[in-house]
C-alpha cells in the first residue's frame, strides 16, 4: 500500500509560481511511477505530468509544457511539480497518484487516471487574473 500526501498549494497571481510536494509513504521500495493530475470545478481529471520510477523519463500535457518540470528524489519518496507562468486556467485541484501495477507509459501514452492505483486527497491551486 502506498499513500500519497501532497503539499504546496495555495492562492497565486498570474504569473507567479509554485511548487508542489508528493511523499509516497511506501518507504519499502521506489519502483513505481509517478503522476500529477488535476481537476478543476466541473470538469473531469486529467493528466498534467509524469515520471518514471528511475526519474529518467518524463512527460508532460501539452498545457505543461514549457511551463512545468516534474521531478522526483527517490531517496525521500518525494516528487515535485515546478509551476511556473501560471495562469488562470490552471486553477484547480492538484492530485498526486503512484502506478505500481499499471501499464508502461510513452509519450505516445502517457498515463491516464485510470492506470494509477494509488492517490492522494488533492491541494488546491487557485490562480487570479
Known amino acids: 500500500q502506498v499513500q500519497p500526501v501532497e503539499s504546496g498549494g495555495g492562492a497565486v497571481q498570474a504569473g507567479g509560481s509554485l511548487r508542489l510536494s508528493c511523499v509516497a509513504s511506501?518507504?519499502?521500495?521506489?519502483?513505481?511511477?509517478m503522476a500529477w493530475f488535476r481537476q478543476a470545478p466541473g470538469k473531469e481529471r486529467e493528466f498534467v505530468a509524469a515520471i518514471n520510477w528511475s526519474g529518467s523519463n518524463t512527460y508532460y500535457a501539452d498545457s505543461a509544457k514549457g511551463r512545468c518540470t516534474i521531478s522526483r528524489v527517490n531517496g525521500k519518496n518525494t516528487m515535485y511539480l515546478q509551476m511556473n507562468s501560471l495562469k488562470p486556467e490552471d486553477t484547480a485541484v492538484y492530485y498526486c497518484?503512484?502506478?505500481?501495477?499499471?501499464?508502461?507509459?510513452?509519450?505516445?501514452?502517457?498515463?491516464?487516471?485510470?492506470?494509477?492505483?494509488?492517490w492522494g486527497k488533492g491541494t488546491l491551486v487557485t490562480v487570479s487574473a
Open positions: 511506501d518507504r519499502t521500495s521506489t519502483r513505481y511511477g
Open positions: 497518484a503512484v502506478s505500481v501495477y499499471g501499464p508502461a507509459w510513452s509519450e505516445d501514452r502517457p498515463p491516464g487516471p485510470n492506470d494509477m492505483d494509488y
